[in-house]
């Protein structure tokens, strides 16, 4: 039974005062090492401070997506078999979230999830086999799946593109396609998304250069760009997006190292006013790397700043002022200033000890 642990009083009624400058942070973590799942805390936007509020349990919790609304929440159980899940959350009037039902995501090793507000609908990328599974729900819990679709195909790196393996799911800021990222046929898939939130099962393929494993993406908020980061090469592709037309109009490079084997870029995000980009490194390059978005929508590099080992998932605060990046390695999410005039961050020195954390959520 899953189940929250209260932890400290004073971050919790912060949170019911409505303080515009206090945010909910929510981490998801991988569970190896004995601890819940997932963790939050109270962040102060002043200063990037934090604190420990209460802990829910959940197996491998290493993506999770809160509602617009605030009100639900889903995770993720990133396993195999019968294991492999995904868990409803409401949270109370006293902003504490509770798990309300978990239901199988047929697909295995469920790695990324994202929720349509029109209808109300949930989405997880599948990576082992390399699949979608789409989910109505009812009051905020979870109905048994609708829809299972299954991807086929591989490309040229023998060692990690013998089969797809479906990494993100994005909608576009309309909500009326859903993207796939896959990273083990470089391809992404686009579906039209109906007004129940179903997808359709025929869908198009937008071709990725060959050996690059296309990993994440993010649209701007007009949804006239695109930015997706492939693992594999290092590399950020920017689209133009006219409808359901994707135009690539640049490619960059964000793992400047010289290592000769495969490279790990993970995630990818703009900050909240649009002006920049971030993408992770892992592994050859433990770095975030800083791109200011020109006009065009095409980017330009500004910095690379290391950070601990293995970054995962990472995200800005709503204000943009701080940047949480999730070490999974060291078990411990790094909180950096950032100036959005230069582009530049800065180590606050206010580590939040998680074991293995993957995903970073804020939730006013």
Same mark, same amino acid.
């Not at 999830?113 to 009051?139: C, D, H, I, M």
């Not at 920017?238 to 993970?266: M, Y």
């Given at each position: ?217 993010? !649209? &701007?908020? =007009? #949804? ?5 980061? %492939?693992?594999?090469?290092?590399? @950020?592709? /920017? +689209? *133009? ?74 995200? !800005? &605060?709503? =204000? #943009? ?5 999730? %070490?999974?390695?060291?078990?411990? @999410?790094? /909180? +950096? *200033? ?27």
């Amino acid at each position: 039974m899953i189940s929250f642990i209260l932890i400290s009083i004073h971050a919790l009624f912060s949170t019911m005062t409505h303080d515009t400058t206090h945010y909910q942070l929510i981490v998801g973590s991988y569970t190896a090492n004995g601890n819940p799942g997932i963790e939050v805390y109270d962040v102060n936007g002043i200063t990037g401070a934090s604190s420990p509020m209460y802990q829910l349990k959940n197996k491998n919790a290493s993506y999770l997506t809160v509602s617009p609304t605030g009100e639900y929440m889903y995770a993720v159980s990133e396993d195999n078999g019968g294991e492999a899940k995904i868990t409803s959350y409401h949270k109370n009037s006293k902003g504490v979230f509770s798990s309300m039902n978990s239901t199988p995501t047929v697909g295995a090793a469920p790695c990324f999830v994202t929720y349509r507000k029109a209808s109300q609908t949930v989405y997880t990328a599948n990576y082992t086999g390399g699949s979608l599974s789409v989910f109505k729900t009812k009051g905020g819990e979870l109905l048994p799946i609708s829809q299972h679709i299954v991807y086929s195909g591989k490309s040229i790196n023998t060692s990690r593109q013998m089969e797809p393996h479906a990494h993100n799911v994005v909608l576009s800021p309309d909500e009326k396609f859903l993207y796939v990222s896959d990273l083990g046929t470089d391809y992404i898939y686009q579906h039209k998304v109906s007004k129940d939130g179903t997808v359709s099962v025929t869908y198009k393929k937008i071709k990725i250069n060959a050996g690059n494993g296309p990993r994440h993406l993010v !649209f &701007d908020k =007009s #949804g006239t760009r695109m930015y997706l980061v %492939s693992e594999l090469k290092g590399l @950020v592709d /920017v +689209f *133009s997006v006219a409808g359901n037309q994707l135009k690539k109009i640049q490619t960059i490079l964000t793992d400047t190292s010289k290592a000769k084997e495969d490279k790990a870029s993970a995630d990818i995000h703009i900050s909240p006013n649009g002006k920049w980009l971030l993408v992770s490194n892992r592994i050859t390059s433990n770095d975030l790397a800083v791109f200011k978005i020109l006009p065009d929508g095409k980017l330009v590099a500004r910095s690379h700043q290391p950070v601990a080992d293995m970054p995962r998932n990472f995200c !800005f &605060d709503p =204000s #943009g002022k701080f940047v949480f990046v999730a %070490s999974q390695t060291e078990s411990r @999410v790094q /909180v +950096f *200033s950032f100036d959005d005039n230069s582009g530049l961050l800065m180590d606050t020195k206010q580590d939040i000890n998680v074991s293995m954390p993957v995903c970073v959520v804020f939730q006013h």
